[in-house]
């Protein structure tokens, strides 16, 4: 998966408290609580560095620097930046062990200048400014959306801009760097009607992959496509290698969402996701593939159903259906690279929908209606399979949960992610409110799962937001939270 984080904008939802506590064979710490400037308007956990942890504090043109003590939390430096130009925007900010980079871009008229900012720890500039790229953008022009990339050390990172057509994104422009803030190459490529980027991947190696994905009907409703493409650029190619047709993959067998990740261990990359034999929200099983990382050759190509003893094993009619093969309601969110080359998939019970609340006054809001609508946000059980080399399921497993919320995108939600190597840490609120208990999966390499209460949040007066941890180590992983009065709070759980 990628592994940059992203922008998590705060809520408004209240918090207190800060402590240090051990849980049997975890430990806990809790940053002091933090009252949040008016000039901030969100955050990224940027990671671990040789001066600890890095959080990035931003507002439109506000920009805060913090590093915590890895072991213990507490707050070693804060720093404040301005960028060159009262104008300048931010798109992202990558940290790695001892620097900084900052994308950003100016506005002068028509004219949309794009920089590099390289920078050390204290903030120091460690060369002049990178002018990436600069276009024209007048009244009236397509949109565009901007994306970082890296992989896990940091040792490369891409820039995509995404330009809007008439319906969809219709071609991606992106650049390459290094380490050291170097351009290493510039290129674009067209996207065709009905295609979109489902997922982009920097290797260790530098390679940039796309995976892509087409879907022949005109509407993006149903969440199921027709066609993949797998996309190698090379940071010393001039052209790109191009994968046309993923195998096995046809409109014969439509599927959903598909994600791919690095086997570093064998130069490969591995793809994975769920398929349907017809046209609806039923998945008959799933699709396992191993590339070449370098040439994108096909190693291994496997499209698998659900046995009916797999299906049997679930014991869960929410998402069985009646006389088919298959699973319902379940979404791909996580694909994880095995140490043996195989997969994992994780997939999750979502649903977002509009509850109304009516209203039985004659006064008429601003909008001419008596009723409003309130945004709902359910996120429960969790299927795990695991895939061997050879693509065969090696176990499958259901996780049980129930969240509930309303109004808030969720951001309570779900859970957060940590892999040990030898297991699997699924952390969630059992409840998205202050009396939340926090509770852990802990599923080994056979499957095999334990479930345990980590702390009860009201006891701290604090709650997580699980789903966009950040995990630093094999054996550490940073939560942000906030407490009652809106303060905000770094979890660090160490397993």
């Given amino acids: 998966m990628p592994t940059i984080s992203k922008r998590l904008f705060f809520t408004f939802c209240c918090l207190f408290f800060y402590c240090l506590s051990p849980v049997g064979a975890q430990e806990i710490f809790f940053t002091k609580p933090q009252k949040i400037d008016n000039k901030v308007g969100g955050f990224d ?85 990178l002018l990436i790229t600069e276009f024209s953008q007048t009244i009236g022009d397509k949109a565009y959306e901007w994306k970082v990339e890296s992989n896990a050390e940091t040792n490369f990172f891409a820039l995509m801009k995404f330009n809007k057509g008439n319906n969809d994104y219709r071609s991606m422009d992106y650049w390459l760097f290094n380490a050291d803030g170097q351009l290493l ?57 191009i994968l046309q047709n993923i195998g096995l993959i046809s409109s014969d067998f439509p599927w959903g969402e598909m994600y791919m990740d690095e086997d570093r261990r064998n130069n490969r990359i591995i793809l994975g996701g769920m398929y349907s034999e017809k046209q609806n929200y039923i998945h008959n ?39 088919v093969l298959g699973i319902r309601d379940l979404e791909l969110v996580a694909l994880l690279a095995r140490n043996d080359g195989g997969i994992i998939l994780i997939n999750e019970a979502t649903e977002i929908s509009n509850r109304t609340i009516y209203n039985s006054m004659s006064v008429l809001n601003d909008f001419g209606q008596r009723d409003r609508q309130i945004k709902t946000y359910s996120f429960n059980d969790v299927l795990v399979l695991s895939i061997d080399p050879d693509g065969k399921l090696l176990w499958d497993t259901m996780l049980s949960k129930s969240q509930y919320s309303e109004g808030d995108n969720g951001y309570y939600a779900s859970f957060g992610l940590m892999n040990s190597k030898d ?63 809106n303060e905000f709070v770094l979890t660090k759980i160490k397993f």
């Fill in 285 to 323: 099983g799933y699709i396992y593939a191993t590339f070449d990382a370098d040439d994108l050759q096909t190693i291994r190509l496997e499209k698998v159903a659900f046995s009916p003893e797999m299906i049997a094993g679930l014991n869960n009619n929410n998402y069985v259906v009646n006389n």
């Fill in 45 to 129: 956990i940027l990671g671990a560095s040789n001066e600890g942890i890095l959080v990035y504090k931003f507002g439109e043109r506000y920009h805060q620097f913090e590093a915590y003590n890895r072991d213990n939390l507490q707050l070693e430096w804060s720093r404040t930046f301005n960028l060159p130009d009262k104008k300048a925007r931010v798109i992202e900010v990558l940290a790695s062990w001892d620097k900084f980079y900052m994308f950003y871009y100016i506005k002068k008229g028509n004219l949309v200048q794009v920089f590099l900012k390289y920078m050390n720890l204290k903030l120091k500039p460690l060369n002049e400014d």
């Fill in 185 to 241: 190459l510039q290129k674009g490529i067209d996207i065709a009607d009905n295609w979109k980027i489902q997922q982009t991947l920097v290797s260790s190696k530098g390679n940039l992959y796309f995976l892509a994905l087409q879907k022949k009907r005109n509407t993006w409703s149903s969440g199921e496509y027709d066609a993949a493409q797998l996309i190698c650029q090379k940071p010393d190619a001039e052209t790109s290698v």
């Fill in 423 to 485: 297991k699997l840490q699924l952390l969630f609120n059992d409840e998205t409110n202050y009396k939340a208990n926090v509770l852990a999966y802990e599923i080994d390499a056979l499957g095999k799962y334990t479930i345990k209460t980590m702390f009860n949040a009201q006891e701290y007066n604090i709650l997580l937001a699980n789903r966009h941890a950040r995990q630093i180590s094999n054996e550490e992983i940073i939560i942000p939270a906030f407490n009652y009065r």
